[in-house]
């Protein structure tokens, strides 16, 4: 049987001009950082291979690191014809990127990470794309931008969402070119080409990369980037993630520590491969990302208290998913408070429960409970079988929509956000107020203390894209809440609903007069927990314990 082992221009050279080549990489985790650089330096010195569409489960790359380097480059060339389009979910890691996608240099498109993950998985067992309800009433829908992040992709249309009707309900189509070409990156290989991923932080979306590089009617070629080669047969059996027969060429990265890093800061770590479990100690949460407003503070403890409430209703540990920004401090408190046990959380990635890691890191977790492939774990989102995700929130509209990310200087792309949001049962959407600058607010003694205010409102009339939809939400049956520092709203068939105020708050002058529309106000109001506006946190921890005894918790 033939070596598969080669260099990297033997195999990136069967990458021909206009090929759609897909690539592993959920940030730097699990990208071919190599493949990717070899495959440009290939361009710049001969220029070929040229026109090509890339098509990712994510984005490879975090600043200056893997295809952002690139892009960086192509930013520079006005003349450059090496990528002629992208369909990435995420470009918030790659500055460059997003000032292509906003000058409209070249085609881009961005669905949700898990409908291209689950694309992935569908082409290659040769259905024409991925059908599903993720999207409706949303930017994905083709009756607004159809997942088009600029003009030139929704001119020229190479991915497509249309509309269908299943059973008299209303389904989408994703669809998109398949790759000629699969980049993808293991840990080990065998010389028949077996690849294991022992020291990657997850699993991501490789193997179903691979598969639909090979599907027909036009099966293509897979390469992977690994660290080690092994001798035929020397990878036990269960390691192998992608059998042999899917992989034409192992490339092995010539500086691991350079080009085949397991996140953004860790080179290799065993506690993110989950080979090695730590015990979660102060020492591990440490690393969690704590509060330095009292605003977010104030928002976090409202969601764990919402939490803690379903914990002691359904009588077990919730299984769930946060997100970035506010909602991310409520790992921290439940760290603090000793609640850790009662949340079994996720990443989009893969990884369950663990210490989840941030920034650069974002996707992996230290000492995880689990690592499942990535369109699994998306399984569990859109089928509702979280308990609950709390999200963070740039924009709302007096319908609930949801604008988590996008600004008009910034098209960083949905990531997980459309899939969790519009799957979870219960979301509880969490943010400041207000944004911008001169926010100066406090708390103590039972009350809230806005000394001044942001210049930028969060509650607007129409907002700059839409990401969740409400009434695709209320449709659905499903509980949503907005939290913020001095209001919590309910999401109803009349829309948005004021449910809760702070205490020491005025209705009119800090809540309405701060919105560019009016919700629904009930005649009685209820009050936000005062314990969430001490300074001393074991007021709301004593506050907390009340309901997890009361529910027979502890």
């Known amino acids: ?144 931008d159809g997942g088009a992040s600029n003009e030139i992709a929704k001119e020229k249309k190479t991915c497509k969402v249309e509309l269908m009707e299943i059973n008299g309900e209303e389904w989408l189509l994703y669809t998109a070119p398949t790759p000629d070409v699969t980049l993808i990156r293991g840990t080990t290989a065998d010389t028949d080409g077996n690849v294991s991923m022992e020291e990657e932080g997850f699993y991501g979306t490789v193997l179903n990369m691979a598969q639909a590089a090979k599907a027909q009617p036009n099966p293509g070629k897979t390469i992977v980037q690994v660290k080690y080669v092994a001798r035929k047969d020397t990878i036990p059996t269960r390691d192998v993630v992608v059998p042999a027969p899917l992989i034409d060429y192992v490339v092995v990265s010539p500086d691991a520590d350079k080009y085949h890093r397991v996140s953004g800061s860790y080179v290799v770590d065993p506690r993110l491969a989950g080979t090695v479990k730590a015990q979660k100690t ?65 990443v989009e990635p893969g990884p369950v429960g663990g210490v989840a890691l941030v920034g650069q890191d974002f996707g992996v977790a230290i000492s995880p409970n689990a690592i499942i492939p990535m369109p699994d774990m998306f399984t569990n989102y859109e089928g509702g079988i979280i308990d609950f995700a709390s999200l963070g929130f740039m924009e709302i509209d007096p319908k609930g929509n949801v604008n988590p990310s996008y600004s008009p200087v910034r098209v960083s792309g949905p990531g997980g956000f459309p899939v969790i949001s519009a799957g979870s049962p219960r979301t509880f959407f969490a943010g400041g107020f207000t944004a911008g600058k001169g926010i100066d607010i406090d708390a103590d003694n039972g009350k809230l203390i806005i000394n001044s205010d942001g210049n930028i409102l969060k509650f607007n009339q129409e907002i700059v894209k839409i990401v969740f939809s409400g009434p695709q939400a209320v449709k659905s049956g499903k509980r ?60 709301l921890k004593e506050y907390i314990d009340s309901i997890l005894k009361e529910g027979g918790i502890i």
């Open 282 to 346: 102060k020492e591990l949460e440490s690393l969690l990302p704590t509060p330095d407003k009292i605003r977010d503070r104030i928002a976090a403890g409202r969601v764990l208290i919402e939490t803690m409430r379903l914990v002691a209703q359904l009588k077990k540990p919730l299984f769930g998913n946060l997100g970035i920004g506010i909602p991310v401090f409520v790992s921290w408190l439940a760290g603090e408070f000793g609640y850790s046990d009662f949340l079994a959380l996720t």
């Open 1 to 144: 049987m033939r070596n598969k082992v080669v260099d990297a221009r033997e195999a990136l050279s069967v990458i021909k001009d206009g090929d759609v080549v897909a690539i592993s990489g959920f940030n730097l985790t699990t990208s071919p950082e190599y493949l990717i650089l070899e495959l440009y330096e290939m361009y710049k010195e001969t220029g070929h291979p040229n026109n090509l569409f890339i098509i990712s489960d994510t984005l490879p790359a975090v600043p200056d690191r893997g295809l952002d380097k690139v892009f960086a480059e192509l930013y520079e060339d006005k003349n450059q014809n090496f990528i002629r389009g992208v369909l990435m979910p995420f470009i918030g890691w790659s500055p460059a990127l997003m000032k292509m996608t906003l000058e409209n240099r070249i085609e881009v498109y961005s669905y949700a990470i898990g409908t291209t993950s689950y694309w992935f998985r569908e082409i290659a067992s040769g259905r024409p794309g991925l059908i599903t309800k993720v999207g409706l009433g949303t930017f994905l829908d083709p009756r607004i």
């Open 480 to 539: 949503i809440l907005y939290v913020t520092e001095r209001a919590v709203f309910e999401l109803t068939e009349n829309g948005l609903r004021l449910k809760e105020v702070a205490p020491g708050v005025d209705i009119e002058k800090d809540i309405l007069a701060k919105m560019n529309f009016k919700p629904e106000v009930p005649e009685n109001v209820e009050t936000m927990p005062e314990v969430l506006f001490y300074k001393d946190l074991g007021v």
